[in-house]
Each structure stands twice: as structure tokens, then as C-alpha cells.
């Protein structure tokens, strides 16, 4: 059965009435620090879990030590979700561990009338693709965007059969025992395919290492400087007022930053990142290729090479060492164009170079590509969810409830 037919039926001569989540919910408390005699465990920004939904370190604190924002009680049952970065969808269920401890003022906490709603069916609906829409729309700030614990409140969300409160739980609770079934489902089945990702990552790693692992005199060895051309005087930076929109990738240090109307590039070329703090935190690419046209600001040299082959064994090589000793500056550490181009790299035979991108190009699919391989399961798993989840909770809306 058809997740719109199974909402049909059992909203069978139903009325249905979108409800602000403030109307739904209770008015919650603050700690008052002064009478504090215990410690708590804080539930700060990171404490939960974006992927799992789940509340991992929380640090104890106490009235000598609280920080300013650690001011939020809450109890089992309660919803809480990030008003900061909202578009993260950064959001739990508390349970018995938790219940009675401090959260951030950096959540909005959502205490549900449980005569009217249960506390999973706000769940379900914070994590609704129309919720996460309505953040979008009514989320503030650039830099550092939020949205405010009013706005949160304001959103609607469906109880069916209103004027009977008992069927109405059991509408809803049908509903979220079948969302509650399908996420375990798709939490297993993505917790399996995740730790086969990790797996395929570790080998992946032991193999780049070994086939990269020459001696010296093994090999002939160059520098970057004599295998590449570089191109960094082509590349400028525009900045974010002065560019005009367009459906050209805007390349930094990271990867793509923005779309812009005109390009400078138009070729394969690999980047390489020139911020120093970013090749040091290796929590983004190093070097990595792009194609086609392109604009490239001043935050990534621009290296280009005769073949593929060599283009990408220089790739996979620069992402498999250690570069601090090339990186220059106390202040703003940086792989300036001098020491990039000193880079020393074993330099086969054109043959051994092809064989070895051969043999890693396949790895790489199967543990980063989000067109092939397992992300792609992992990614396909999360949308059939999503799908399905949306699908349940498709709830006809009165005209004015889109407003």
C-alpha cells in the first residue's frame, strides 16, 4: 500500500486542522544557576549528532563553571532543535538520560500538550521536508544565519480529528509507529553500508600508500615545479558584492564557493589549496580536479598537466602526504607558489603512472563518489526515507494554512 493511500484511508471522513506548533506546546523554564547544588550535563550546540539525531558529549558543568548560554531545563519527551545554522537540522527526542539536564539557549525547546500531540509526531514534523523549506524561508543572517525560537513555534503542523482528542493519538500514533519502523529500518541499513564505507576507506588509504610508497633511487624523482605548468597568474579573486550570477563555478581553496556569468579557465586543471590552516585540518580536498570552465580566486594554486594520468597521479600523491614542512608563515600560514613547486614527487613511467591512477580512480569511486559506489547507497537510503516520510505525513492543507 501506497503511503498516500494508507493516509486516505485512515483519514476517512476526518478533519484535519493545522495547528501552530505554540499552541501545541508548553512554556518551559530556565535554571536558576544561583540555587544550583549539582552538576549538570550540558547540551550544547554540538552535542547532538546531525547524522544520527542523537546527544554524544555532553560536558559536566556547575554554577561555577556554567556558560552563559547553558540555561535551558528539559525534560523526557521534550523536542529540541537548533535555532542556530537551522538549515543543519540539528534536532533530538530527549530521553530518560538527558531528562532533567541544561540545554543551550541555542535550542528551541518544544514540550508537547500531550493530551493533544505526541511528542514524536512534533518529532517527525521537525524533520519534515516542509519544515526544513520553512526554515529556509524564515531563517536571518548570512554569515551566521538563525531563526528565532517565535518563528519555530509558528509553524503549523497537522492534528487530525481535533474535536475527539483519543482518536486523534491514535491517528497520530499509527502514523509514527510506521515512520518509527521505516528509520530503524533505514538506520540499520545505513549503519551497515557506513561501516563497509569505512572499511573500503582503510583499504583504500593501504593501497594509494603503497602504490605511492617508492624509495629513493627507486624511482626518478621531480619537482612539482618541472611537472606541471603553473597557472596562478591567471586566477583573481571578485568579491562576493562585485559578482554577477551565473552558472559558472567560482573555485577557492575548498571547492566551489559560488556561480558566477564569466570564466577564466576553460581546461582540466588540478587546485591546489594555498591555505595553510586548511591543508594542516586536511578536513577538506587538498588537491583536487576540475573541468570545463571555470573562475579560480587566489586561494588555490592552479596547476595544469599534459595527460589525465598525470594530472591525477599527482593528485592522489599530494593528498597522500604530510605538507606541513612546505607551509611558510606564522601568522597566516600559507603553501605559497615557491614551496608548492618544491615539492618533491616520484616521477615512473608514464605506463606505471596510468596503471596506478587505473587502479585508484576505482577506490576512490567506491568510497567518495556520490554517483557511484556506496555514498551513492548511502545517499539513495536516506532519499527513499525522506520520500516516504513525506508521503505519510502529506496531510491536505487548507489554503490559508499555506499562506
Given at each position: 500500500?501506497?503511503?498516500?493511500?494508507?493516509?486516505?484511508?485512515?483519514?476517512?471522513?476526518?478533519?484535519?486542522?493545522?495547528?501552530?506548533?505554540?499552541?501545541?506546546?508548553?512554556?518551559?523554564?530556565?535554571?536558576?544557576?544561583?540555587?544550583?547544588?549539582?552538576?549538570?550535563?550540558?547540551?550544547?550546540?554540538?552535542?547532538?549528532?546531525?547524522?544520527?539525531?542523537?546527544?554524544?558529549?555532553?560536558?559536566?558543568?556547575?554554577q561555577s563553571n556554567a556558560p552563559s548560554r547553558a540555561q535551558k531545563l528539559v525534560e523526557k519527551n521534550d523536542v529540541i532543535f537548533a535555532t542556530t545554522r537551522p538549515a543543519q537540522q540539528r534536532y533530538c527526542l530527549i530521553d530518560n538520560e538527558y531528562a532533567g539536564e541544561v540545554a543551550s539557549t541555542g535550542y528551541c525547546v518544544l514540550r508537547a500538550k500531550k493530551a493533544e500531540v505526541l511528542p514524536k509526531w512534533i518529532l517527525h514534523w521537525i524533520a519534515s521536508s516542509d519544515f526544513k523549506d520553512y526554515v529556509e524561508e524564515n531563517q536571518s543572517g548570512s554569515a551566521y544565519p538563525a531563526i528565532s525560537d517565535a518563528k519555530v513555534k509558528a509553524f503549523k503542523i497537522p492534528i487530525?480529528?481535533?474535536?475527539?482528542?483519543?482518536?486523534?493519538?491514535?491517528?497520530?500514533?499509527?502514523?509514527?509507529?510506521?515512520?518509527?519502523?521505516?528509520?530503524?529500518?533505514?538506520?540499520?541499513?545505513?549503519?551497515?553500508?557506513?561501516?563497509?564505507?569505512?572499511?573500503?576507506?582503510?583499504?583504500?588509504?593501504?593501497?594509494?600508500?603503497?602504490?605511492?610508497?617508492?624509495?629513493?633511487?627507486?624511482?626518478?624523482?621531480?619537482?612539482?615545479?618541472?611537472?606541471?605548468?603553473?597557472?596562478?597568474?591567471?586566477?583573481?579573486?571578485?568579491?562576493?558584492?562585485?559578482?554577477?550570477?551565473?552558472?559558472?563555478?567560482?573555485?577557492?581553496?575548498?571547492?566551489?564557493?559560488?556561480?558566477?556569468?564569466?570564466?577564466?579557465?576553460?581546461?582540466?586543471?588540478?587546485?591546489?589549496?594555498?591555505?595553510?590552516?586548511?591543508?594542516?585540518?586536511?578536513?577538506?580536498?587538498?588537491?583536487?580536479?576540475?573541468?570545463?570552465?571555470?573562475?579560480?580566486?587566489?586561494?588555490?594554486?592552479?596547476?595544469?598537466?599534459?595527460?589525465?594520468?598525470?594530472?591525477?597521479?599527482?593528485?592522489?600523491?599530494?593528498?597522500?602526504?604530510?605538507?606541513?614542512?612546505?607551509?611558510?608563515?606564522?601568522?597566516?600560514?600559507?603553501?605559497?607558489?615557491?614551496?608548492?613547486?618544491?615539492?618533491?614527487?616520484?616521477?615512473?613511467?608514464?605506463?606505471?603512472?596510468?596503471?596506478?591512477?587505473?587502479?585508484?580512480?576505482?577506490?576512490?569511486?567506491?568510497?567518495?563518489?556520490?554517483?557511484?559506489?556506496?555514498?551513492?547507497?548511502?545517499?539513495?537510503?536516506?532519499?527513499?526515507?525522506?520520500?516516504?516520510?513525506?508521503?505519510?505525513?502529506?496531510?491536505?492543507?487548507?489554503?490559508?494554512?499555506?499562506?
Amino acid at each position: 500500500m501506497s503511503g498516500g493511500n494508507f493516509l486516505d484511508k485512515l483519514l476517512d471522513r476526518v478533519d484535519v486542522e493545522w495547528k501552530a506548533l505554540g499552541e501545541l506546546t508548553l512554556p518551559t523554564t530556565n535554571i536558576k544557576w544561583r540555587d544550583a547544588n549539582r552538576t549538570y550535563r550540558y547540551i550544547d550546540l554540538t552535542s547532538v549528532n546531525i547524522e544520527t539525531k542523537a546527544i554524544t558529549e555532553t560536558p559536566e558543568i556547575a554554577q561555577s563553571n556554567a556558560p552563559s548560554r547553558a540555561q535551558k531545563l528539559v525534560e523526557k519527551n521534550d523536542v529540541i532543535f537548533a535555532t542556530t545554522r537551522p538549515a543543519q537540522q540539528r534536532y533530538c527526542l530527549i530521553d530518560n538520560e538527558y531528562a532533567g539536564e541544561v540545554a543551550s539557549t541555542g535550542y528551541c525547546v518544544l514540550r508537547a500538550k500531550k493530551a493533544e500531540v505526541l511528542p514524536k509526531w512534533i518529532l517527525h514534523w521537525i524533520a519534515s521536508s516542509d519544515f526544513k523549506d520553512y526554515v529556509e524561508e524564515n531563517q536571518s543572517g548570512s554569515a551566521y544565519p538563525a531563526i528565532s525560537d517565535a518563528k519555530v513555534k509558528a509553524f503549523k503542523i497537522p492534528i487530525p480529528c481535533p474535536e475527539k482528542p483519543k482518536k486523534s493519538l491514535e491517528i497520530q500514533a499509527e502514523i509514527v509507529r510506521i515512520l518509527d519502523a521505516f528509520t530503524a529500518l533505514t538506520t540499520e541499513l545505513t549503519t551497515e553500508l557506513t561501516s563497509e564505507l569505512t572499511a573500503r576507506k582503510e583499504q583504500y588509504t593501504y593501497y594509494r600508500d603503497n602504490l605511492l610508497g617508492f624509495e629513493e633511487g627507486e624511482v626518478e624523482w621531480k619537482t612539482l615545479g618541472n611537472l606541471a605548468k603553473n597557472l596562478d597568474s591567471m586566477r583573481k579573486p571578485i568579491t562576493s558584492s562585485f559578482r554577477e550570477p551565473g552558472d559558472i563555478p567560482y573555485y577557492g581553496a575548498s571547492g566551489v564557493v559560488d556561480y558566477v556569468k564569466d570564466y577564466i579557465f576553460d581546461s582540466d586543471l588540478l587546485l591546489v589549496s594555498e591555505d595553510g590552516a586548511n591543508l594542516l585540518a586536511r578536513n577538506t580536498p587538498i588537491a583536487f580536479s576540475i573541468s570545463g570552465k571555470s573562475w579560480v580566486n587566489n586561494h588555490a594554486h592552479v596547476l595544469k598537466f599534459d595527460t589525465y594520468a598525470e594530472r591525477k597521479y599527482v593528485e592522489y600523491y599530494l593528498n597522500s602526504i604530510d605538507l606541513t614542512p612546505y607551509i611558510s608563515g606564522a601568522a597566516q600560514p600559507k603553501l605559497n607558489k615557491k614551496n608548492l613547486e618544491s615539492i618533491s614527487i616520484p616521477n615512473p613511467s608514464p605506463e606505471e603512472k596510468e596503471r596506478i591512477v587505473a587502479i585508484l580512480d576505482k577506490f576512490y569511486a567506491l568510497t567518495n563518489s556520490l554517483s557511484d559506489g556506496l555514498p551513492r547507497e548511502i545517499e539513495l537510503r536516506k532519499k527513499q526515507y525522506e520520500y516516504y516520510r513525506d508521503l505519510l505525513l502529506s496531510f491536505p492543507r487548507p489554503e490559508e494554512a499555506v499562506a
